[in-house]
């Protein structure tokens, strides 16, 4: 469903602040795979799900969805492949919009814009019935401005505006990492749910690595620009976050070792 | 007085087209000043030139439309700051509108024009004409509305909102600014052909300052009388727009100046931006409002 071939990608060639994100990335996610992702900072997590999402273009490789090569699209134009949430709350909702005219907004994700009604009778209806899925009762508050709502409920919002629309890929980004414990685990649950309901293929980028592995169908870590584990369901399901910070520390020493040996 | 009515009826047209990019947008856009003139300077050329004047004043629309196009391109392609990009097509228009207009000031008192039922029936200064702009500016203030809340019309708020979130949703920001600049432009081009029907002439200096009188509207309106949803914050930019021309026209009868007029826009405007952060005046604003009720705060 998607496939990145050799991504490669570097911040500010040729300067002092050269820095090299992505080394030849190879990612495959078969349809309805749950990845989720982790890694250090700079590790060139979030720099991927730029790449998917087209906010930034590849040095070298490509980047298919469903067998469409949208390597060259601009980000509006493979939105239609794409659902996203931002790790941010207030950035994937309009705040001084209903709630109902966000949601019919996410409903015409990728499709031509014409004249017709936004909202109208029998999508709001829709709404109404897919906002109760969340148990928060903003199905009542259809034409509340979004930005009276609270931080997680923006975000479960912006989980649901991805969703329910079918998207071909769902990408994550740190979406729950701004809530508060309590929040992170409501957004958490409707990921899960939402996901499976709706057979949606994803990658989730995440600093909790207790959230990796209890989220998702396959764990992968990366480093430096690379790909440095890649485990399935079954491993995955075998591992605690104690042996995920094991791997972690194996890189590490490496590194240490590594410039010991130059010195 | 009535006059002022009248004037601020048809200056809400401009105001309306001001809302669309100052508010919707959020895209100071100062082009206006040169595609006022330009609605002007194509509406009389087409009327002095024989054209039904509802022609010439849709010609004008669409003259302004372009004029909107070239700052959006300017601003969107060419990545230039919003506020120069609308310089700089403003001043390009006044060379431009000086070519359509062939002279610095084009009479109109012989021709017929759209406004010429109103005078030979001598109903200009009635409230029968008010009434006639009234609906007028709320036919167009409707349509506004309508297209708001139509799918390009939503995309078009939430470009102004939150540009992230729309083009993850697929939508062009690039091309909606330039819808919004051009529809806006167009508005603002027709207010221009009409005024000039209406004073019986177009004036290559009518659209000095004329973003002033545009901001003033929507912003005094929107203070006065809210903007909450956009059926509202529409209706107010019209009231805004009458107020401006009436507030205008008492400081014309108190001894100003016509010249001072500039200046006492400008004033007002600083006004009606600064007033509201003043504390008193949120306290007294408060007194004045019922508490309205506040959104519950649910627990996610």
Redesign the interface.
């Known amino acids: 469903m998607l496939d990145l071939s050799n991504i490669t990608k570097t911040f500010f060639p040729g300067t002092v602040n050269e820095r090299k994100a992505l080394r030849g990335v190879e990612l495959h996610l078969a349809p309805g795979e749950f990845v989720t992702v982790i890694g250090s900072n700079g590790a060139g997590k979030s720099t991927i799900l730029n790449m998917i999402s087209g906010k930034l273009r590849p040095d070298t490789g490509s980047v298919v969805i469903d067998g469409t090569d949208v390597t060259k699209l601009a980000d509006f134009q493979r939105a239609k492949y794409i659902g996203r949430v931002f790790q941010d709350p207030m950035a994937g909702t309009a705040p001084t919009m209903s709630i109902e005219q966000n949601m019919a907004m996410a409903l015409e994700r990728g499709k031509r814009r014409g004249l017709a009604l936004g909202v109208t009778k029998a999508k709001r209806e829709r709404f109404a019935e897919e906002l109760k899925s969340l148990e928060l009762g903003l199905e009542n508050r259809l034409k509340a401005k979004v930005g009276l709502l609270s931080g997680g409920q923006r975000q479960a919002l912006s989980l649901l505006m991805a969703t329910f629309s079918g998207p071909k890929i769902l990408l994550l980004d740190e979406h729950t990492a701004a809530l508060d414990p309590q929040r992170a685990a409501l957004v958490s649950r409707l990921t899960a749910e939402l996901v499976d309901r709706h057979h949606l293929t994803t990658l989730m980028v995440t600093h909790n690595m207790e959230q990796a592995l209890t989220l998702g169908t396959r764990l992968v870590m990366m480093h430096d620009g690379r790909i440095i584990l890649d485990l399935d369901q079954e491993r995955k399901s075998q591992m605690t976050v104690q042996d995920l910070l094991h791997e972690f520390e194996k890189i590490k020493g490496a590194q240490l070792d590594d410039r010991t040996m130059l010195q | 007085m009535i006059t002022a009515v009248e004037l601020g009826l048809i200056y809400a047209i401009m105001a309306l087209g001001v809302y669309l990019t100052f508010r919707i947008l959020d895209f100071p856009d100062l082009t206006v000043d040169g595609s006022f003139t330009t609605g002007a300077a194509v509406a009389a050329v087409g009327i002095i030139n024989g054209m039904p004047p509802i022609a010439a004043t849709v010609l004008a629309f669409f003259a302004g439309a372009a004029a909107g196009v070239v700052t959006g391109l300017l601003h969107t392609k060419g990545k230039i700051n919003g506020l120069l990009a609308g310089i700089l097509t403003m001043i390009a228009l006044y060379s431009i509108n000086l070519r359509i207009m062939g002279k610095a000031n084009l009479p109109l008192l012989r021709e017929d024009t759209l406004i010429t039922p109103l005078k030979e029936a001598g109903l200009l200064g009635t409230w029968l004409s008010v009434a006639t702009f009234l609906l007028v500016a709320l036919a167009i203030k409707f349509v506004l509305d309508w297209?708001l809340?139509?799918?390009?019309?939503?995309?078009m708020?939430?470009t102004g909102?939150?540009q992230?979130?729309?083009?993850?949703?697929?939508?062009?920001?690039d091309n909606q600014k330039i819808l919004g600049l051009a529809l806006s432009n167009g508005l603002v081009a027709v207010c221009g052909g009409l005024i000039a029907q209406y004073q019986g002439f177009a004036d290559i200096g009518m659209g000095i300052g004329i973003i002033v009188a545009g901001l003033a509207s929507v912003i005094i309106g929107q203070a006065i009388f809210g903007h909450r949803v956009i059926m509202v914050a529409t209706l107010a930019v019209v009231l805004g727009s009458v107020l401006y021309r009436v507030v205008i026209q008492l400081a014309l009868q108190a001894g100003l100046q016509p010249n001072d007029m500039k200046l006492v826009s400008a004033v007002l405007v600083v006004i009606a931006l600064v007033l509201p952060q003043w504390s008193g005046f949120r306290k007294l604003a408060a007194r004045l409002k019922p508490a309205a009720p506040a959104?519950k705060?649910?627990?996610?």
């Open positions: 297209f809340h139509t799918d390009t019309g939503l995309a708020q939430a909102d939150n992230e979130m729309i083009r993850s949703l697929g939508v062009s920001t959104e705060e649910t627990v996610a």
